[in-house]
């Protein structure tokens, strides 16, 4: 999944690398505050770790050997900010000192494999424990961990290469940079990562995890009771408006968001209900009626969107909130 | 005499059951002879050429080749690679001849479909580009040691967190390698034929190594409370620019300024 230099068009390993900074930025100022001085060297041998666990080849069905990328496992046991800082560094030595993955596309590099993965891979495995708390689910969970979110990431990787000829082309309209579009890239990145990229990774994690909890349980960071926050979750959302001009750019409608038209031409009539039932939405195809330039239609709607879901939830948490608060006051008073 | 001492020993191990196990330890000792590459005394100019400079340079060279859409510049540039290159020792020649080759005909192979549906010229291109970035990454690696380049990276106002972890990883490849090294040796050295259990063991190793790791933090903050090392690093004190310098410096800034001849002035 290392992007090596030229597939990718200068201005989107740009936009990748600004997109990264203050991530990067958050990550040292999350570890200082939260690794102790202390433990400052264990980000460097972190590093180090995961450098090296991308080193071990693993036997493959044919013969063949393959290696793990081992992020989700960095998170798992160190934590997703420390694992984004350690993963990327490792990426930089890469770079840098055996030309695997390319300078500029560092930045893209660091996107999908130090931030996707480590973030997807912790708060699945933290959610999914939550669920499932039984001791012996966390291996299947890892596993499942691991697993989605590298094919989270070879998704990413696939969409930065298919927009490459959507926007960049020359006079006569052919690409200059990655020609395959999102048609050829998607299947072309995730088939060989749904089919075994993620297997040997789930299999590594799982199994690290698996000796790790035996020899040492307290040593993983994921399993370390902590209160459930929310910052998570406002990145996911981020990342999600900014992602989402993607389905703008496509031409065809997204599976099951057919309009009546577009049923019709499918199906060949329009079921009746949908013709009583039509709902007319204040933001209609994700615009602001009043702005023209498509752009700033579409930020604005984003923001609007995230803005009424926030509202939404804050409201809701007032109507759900535990009376306990109240209950410590009057003892207090008392 | 017991009848199966008489019995002649028809051992034959089934192939490639424990080529993991070869191609980890390959991997690993490449890097570590990478990093560990002695300090050239009698190398030519080009690997006492200033890092900070030759960073610089090649940070430019690979933006400049990714940006220009001029076939006249991407091949001049290439062909300046190319001579940088020529300058280096005959192992470090072959070693990124031979890495930027592979990469070259990984992009080859990706691009070919495009080739044949219409699109020949811009991959002829990009082909010509990647070569290009790849020779231009491996002729900085092979020509400068790693101390230098964190030395040059310093250079940029990066901050001192991120240099000690930079530099801490390195290190820290090296011994847990070295470490890993010793580790799939002695696997190797128990496992007779077919390895069936690959999987679990190569799991139990990056176990080890994840404890190994823990262990050694603790004892480098030690090391690093004895000796009264903050984490901070000095600037580099300033290095004057050699004869060789000024001639490599000239030759970019002719190569920059061919840039903006072809490729801003529509002359390509």
């Known amino acids: 999944m290392h992007i090596p230099d030229n597939y990718l068009s200068p201005q989107t390993c740009a936009v990748m690398g600004a997109a990264m900074l203050p991530v ?40 063949t050997t393959g290696h793990a ?24 030595i890469q770079a840098v000192l055996f030309g695997d993955g390319g300078i500029l596309a560092f930045g893209a590099n660091s996107f999908n494999m130090a931030f996707v993965i480590p973030f997807t891979g912790y708060f699945l495995y933290r959610l999914l424990t939550a669920i499932w708390k039984s001791p012996a689910a966390k291996y299947p969970v890892s596993f499942i961990a ?34 395959y579009p999102l048609s050829v890239s998607i299947p072309a990145m995730l088939i060989p990562h749904l089919a075994v990229a993620g297997v040997l990774d789930g299999l590594i994690t799982a199994g690290v995890l698996a000796y790790v909890g035996r020899i040492a349980p307290d040593a993983v ?48 009539y329009v079921p009746a209900a949908m013709v009583k039932h039509s709902f007319k939405a204040p933001l209609t195809d994700y615009s602001v009626p009043f702005i023209r330039n498509v752009i700033a239609g579409y930020a604005a709607s984003a923001i609007l969107g995230i803005a009424a879901l926030l509202i939404a939830f804050k409201l809701l948490s007032l109507v759900f909130r535990k009376p306990a608060s ?9 | ?61 690979i933006l400049t080749l990714s940006l220009s859409r001029s076939a006249s510049f991407v091949y001049l540039a290439d062909s300046c690679i190319l001579l940088a290159a020529a300058l280096l020792d005959a192992g470090d020649l072959l070693n990124t001849l031979l890495l930027s080759t592979t990469i070259a005909l990984f992009g080859l192979l990706i691009l070919l479909p495009s080739m044949f549906t219409g699109n020949g010229g811009n991959s002829l291109l990009l082909l010509a580009k990647i070569a290009g970035s790849a020779l ?60 069936t259990h690959a999987h679990r063991e190569l799991s139990n190793l990056a176990g080890i190594l994840y404890f190994k790791s823990r262990e050694m933090a603790e004892q480098t903050y030690s090391a690093m409370e004895c000796r009264g090392f903050t984490g901070e690093y000095p600037s580099p004190k300033v290095r004057t620019f050699s004869a060789s310098d000024l001639v490599y410096l000239g030759a970019n800034l002719a190569l920059a300024a061919a840039f903006v001849y072809f490729s801003l002035g529509k002359n390509g």
């Open chain 1, 24 to 63: 990067w930025t958050l990550a040292v100022r999350k570890v200082k505050k939260e690794v102790s001085d202390r433990k400052l060297p264990l980000l460097g041998i972190s590093a180090a770790f995961s450098f090296l666990v991308m080193m071990f080849n693993v036997p493959l069905p044919g013969g």
């Open chain 1, 69 to 92: 990328i081992g992020a989700t496992l960095v998170a798992i046991l160190l934590g997703p900010w420390a694992a984004t800082l350690s993963v990327s560094i490792a990426l930089l």
């Open chain 1, 146 to 179: 691991a697993y989605v979110s590298i094919n989270i990431a070879a998704f990413c990787a696939a969409v930065e290469f298919g927009i490459q000829p959507m926007l960049f082309r020359d006079a006569a309209g052919l690409p200059i940079y990655c020609p």
């Open chain 1, 221 to 268: 960071a994921a399993d370390a009771p902590e209160k459930p926050r929310l910052t998570p979750l406002y990145i996911l959302i981020g990342v999600l408006a900014v992602f989402t001009p993607l389905g703008l750019i496509a031409k065809g409608t997204a599976w099951g968001e057919w309009a009546a038209d577009e049923i019709k031409s499918v199906a060949g």
């Open chain 1, 326 to 334: 109240t209950g410590e006051a009057k003892e207090i008073s008392r």
């Open chain 2, 1 to 61: 005499m017991n009848d199966w001492l008489t019995r002649k020993e028809e051992y034959l191990p089934r192939a490639g059951g424990l080529r993991f196990l070869d191609r980890s330890l390959l991997s690993i000792l490449s890097v570590l002879s990478r990093i560990r590459r002695p300090e050239k005394t009698v190398g030519g100019q080009v690997y006492r050429l200033n890092p900070t400079l030759k960073l610089v340079t090649v940070f430019i060279v």
């Open chain 2, 136 to 195: 231009a990454v491996n002729f900085l690696a092979h020509s400068t040691k790693w101390r230098h380049m964190t030395r040059a990276i310093k250079f940029f106002r990066v901050p001192d967190l991120f240099i000690l972890v930079l530099e801490l990883a390195v290190k820290y490849i090296v011994i847990l390698g070295e470490f890993s090294i010793h580790m799939l040796q002695a696997l190797r050295a128990r496992s007779v034929g077919r390895n």
